[in-house]
């Protein structure tokens, strides 16, 4: 279980992570006609109202950057609704193989609304759900 303190600190904690993708259990949690998007419910991880996993978005089509599909370690803030991207990688084949494109911290590194019908919904949705 993870504590306040431990909620902020990343890098070098998540640098195993990053390679490990094809050893997760994703579930599925919604889809629409340009994504599938899942939930890794083994990387669960709580402080308080916030609750931390790893999510995978695979791309029907890939994007215009050669992104087919990405992975984010997120927070979700179960109480407010809200949620944030903690960390990022991009990768050129789907459900996270291929070359790794890009990773690391967003520039945005703040809580933001959930939206129900969008794929940060679904994720929020079977994370706090659970």
Known sequence: MLTRRALNILPAALLPFVATSASAEWTKVGQDDGQVVYVDASTFEKAGDVRRAWTLTDLKLPRGDDVASFRELSDFNCREARRRIVFL????????????????????????????????????EYVCGK
Request: charged share 15%; glycine share 14%.
């Open 89 to 124: 990688v991009t990768y050129a084949g789907p459900m996270a193989t291929g070359k790794v494109l890009e990773s690391g911290r967003p520039l945005l590194d703040k809580f933001e609304n959930v939206s129900p019908y969008s794929p940060g919904g679904w994720q929020f």
